[in-house]
């Protein structure tokens, strides 16, 4: 069993910027691909960013530039640095951690980009 404790969403304004965490705790200590996906109301959940164990990253079209994907793996911890921060940027952030062929998703955590 995994469990993901996001945080660090809440409030900003057009152009601000936001750290997002994921906790990430378990009876494993090491885990594989992790990520960031959204979802807006009455959107699809989508991928923001995804980063290896090995530290590759990947980032969709709307977050290159403006976020950065990280990881500590030593406490197993996954970061979303988010900057210029957008309105259309506002949606509940879930981090995601592959096991093996298993993956765990966290609560969300709500991002909300308004003036």
């Known amino acids: 069993q995994v469990q993901l404790v996001e945080s660090g969403g809440g409030l900003v304004q057009p152009g601000g910027s936001l750290r997002l965490s994921c906790a990430a705790s378990?009876?494993?200590?090491?885990?594989?691909?992790m990520g960031w996906y959204r979802q807006a109301p009455g959107k699809q959940r989508e991928l923001v960013a995804v980063?290896?164990?090995?530290?590759?990253?990947n980032y969709a079209d709307p977050a290159k530039g403006r976020f950065t994907i990280s990881r500590d793996n030593a406490k197993s911890t996954l970061y979303l640095q988010m900057n210029s921060l957008k309105p259309e940027d506002t949606a509940v952030y879930y981090c995601?951690?592959?096991?093996?062929?298993?993956?765990?998703w966290g609560q969300g955590t709500q991002v909300t980009v308004s003036s």
């Open positions: 995601n951690v592959r096991v093996g062929a298993r993956y765990y």
């Open positions: 378990g009876s494993s200590s090491s885990f594989d691909d």
């Open positions: 980063v290896s164990r090995g530290g590759r990253t």
